[in-house]
């Protein structure tokens, strides 16, 4: 599985932006898909991630009720809708394929490229 992420940019605190990753391959359905994001100096951290049928979906704490994860299996695509961003949320921001529905970096086997998250206060 390629993984492709999109969507970042500057935007300032309060607004929104809609991270998409699209993944190559027939085998997409059969992966649950993450979005993590790493800041400068900060080891990467979990944001979501959603089951492979979209029917379940985890967040962490700190974008719960701001941030949601869903995804189109038709087109391969996950997505990743963050409204009332923080500045704290400045990251890149990977997508990552993989067979365990985890929460940590090595529960995914494919990863993006990753995509610039920047938020102005």
């Known amino acids: 599985v390629q993984l492709q992420a999109s969507g970042g940019g500057l935007v300032q605190a309060g607004g929104s932006l809609r991270l998409s990753c699209a993944a190559s391959?027939?085998?997409?359905?059969?992966?649950?898909m993450g979005w993590f994001r790493q800041a400068p100096g900060k080891e990467r951290e979990f944001v979501a991630v959603?089951?492979?049928?979209?029917?379940?979906?985890a967040y962490a704490d700190s974008v719960k009720g701001r941030f949601t994860i869903s995804r189109d299996n038709a087109k391969n695509t996950v997505y990743l809708q963050m409204n009332s961003l923080k500045p704290e949320d400045t990251a890149v921001y990977y997508c990552?394929?993989?067979?365990?529905?985890?929460?940590?970096?090595?529960?995914?086997?494919?990863w993006g490229q990753g995509t610039q998250v920047t938020v102005s206060s």
């Open positions: 990552a394929a993989g067979l365990s529905f985890g929460g940590t970096p090595r529960s995914y086997n494919y």
């Open positions: 391959g027939h085998t997409f359905i059969t992966y649950n």
């Open positions: 959603i089951s492979w049928s979209g029917g379940r979906t």
